[in-house]
Nanobody, 124 residues
Framework: QVQLVESGGGLVQAGGSLRLSCAAS????????MGWFRQAPGKEREFVAA????????IYADSVKGRFTISRDNAKNTVYLQMNSLKPEDTAFYYC?????????????????WGQGTQVTVSS
């Protein structure tokens, strides 16, 4: 079993930055991929970014490419999402997710473990 706890959300003006963190416990952290998803009110949960178990490869949603960066520190059992040039449309609840294996996927079904989420609000 894996437990995930997100932190770092908050209110920021458009153009600003935030860094989300997700601390993991339980299963060996370096054995599974990690992802970030987000859900805005009235919308489906959508993929944001993911990173392989080793940290050697990443994938991003087109909407965040060039602005967001996912990274992980396997020694600290933590994954990060650095969000720059934030836009009002980035406003959502952000969730980290633990994958079933070491490879990345944009598909929600590829993730077995989910955190409680952290709110990100970007004002215009």
């Amino acid at each position: 079993q894996v437990q995930l706890v997100e932190s770092g959300g908050g209110l920021v003006q458009a153009g600003g930055s935030l860094r989300l963190s997700c601390a993991a416990s339980g299963r060996t952290f370096s054995s599974y991929a990690m992802g970030w998803f987000r859900q805005a009110p009235g919308k489906e949960r959508e993929f944001v970014a993911a990173i392989t178990a080793s940290g050697g490869s990443t994938i991003y949603a087109d909407s965040v490419k060039g602005r967001f960066t996912i990274s992980r520190d396997n020694a600290k059992n933590t994954v990060y999402l650095q969000m720059n040039s934030l836009k009002p449309e980035d406003t959502a609840f952000y969730y980290c997710a633990g994958g079933r294996g070491p490879g990345v996927t944009m598909n929600r079904v590829g993730y077995d473990y989910w955190g409680q989420g952290t709110q990100v609000t970007v004002s215009s």
